[in-house]
């Protein structure tokens, strides 16, 4: 039938949409330069010390001068990866994140708005996601906030507040993994003074619970408090 025609033909603009992302996004070795390798030997002094530095190890003036590493996760994770997979390891982790961040925001896009103007509009933003997908800590706040988005959405729209209670274990990982993770919960704050303004009170005490787990979560990382506050001090 013409229906299933036409399915077929969106699943298979679909895929090789995910394709075309998926080509930009494998680099050559020399390619992933940057702070890679500064990256990779704190990941190393993390995973053998059992402890994340405090002051700036790489300074040869001021070695002793305060650092709070806002993203040591994510450098204990990109070595662990390189000392099993090599840079080939982290290309493959860096493709497949961008690619759950690009299906995430696409099926939140999808259910509002219309196919065709959809897919124009995503593969001109192919072309900037490709500007910053190099290994670095910034990939994770990506994948984590296409996921608090696509959480906020089904609670919004589809009244499905399940995805909800996830969001203050992935804020948790979030704090430790880049210095974006001050975006999580002003986002459900946001969320939340939404449902006030729409007089949606059914649900409001779930967000109300999650809004502090959430807030609670940037608490938990190496510099307490000091840490929580570092994005406004930057």
């Known amino acids: 039938s013409f229906h299933y025609h036409l399915l077929v ?42 402890e994340v530095p405090k002051t700036n190890l790489f300074s040869f003036t001021e070695p002793d001068f305060p650092f709070f590493n806002h993203h040591w996760l994510s450098e204990v994770i990109f070595f ?9 390891g982290l290309i493959l982790l860096i493709l497949f994140l961008v690619l759950a961040t690009f299906l995430l925001l696409f099926l939140i896009a999808k259910k509002h708005s219309r196919f065709w103007p959809l897919l124009i509009s995503f593969i001109f933003s192919i072309f900037i996601f490709i500007q910053r997908t190099e290994v670095r800590p910034e990939i994770f706040s990506f994948v984590i906030l296409s996921f608090f988005l696509f959480a906020v959405f089904c609670a919004k729209y589809d009244k499905k507040y399940k ?10 990982l979030w704090t430790n993994l880049h210095i974006y993770f001050f975006i ?10 939404d449902q006030l303004a729409n007089k949606k009170y059914e649900y409001i005490k779930k967000t109300i619970i999650v809004l502090f787990l959430t807030f609670s979560a940037i608490l938990i990382n190496p510099n307490g408090i000091q840490g929580a506050l570092l994005p406004f001090r930057v």
Do not use: M
Request: hydrophobic share 60%; charged share 10%.
């Open 9 to 50: 033909v969106v699943i298979c603009i679909f895929l090789l949409l995910f394709g075309l992302l998926a080509v930009f996004l494998i680099h050559n070795f020399d390619s992933i330069g940057q702070d890679i390798g500064r990256h990779l030997k704190i990941g190393e002094i993390i995973w053998q010390t059992k």
């Open 80 to 88: 662990g990866i390189f000392s099993w997979f090599g840079f080939t």
């Open 163 to 172: 995805y909800l209670w996830v969001l203050p274990f992935l804020q948790l």
């Open 184 to 193: 999580g919960p002003f986002f459900i704050l946001s969320f939340f003074i």
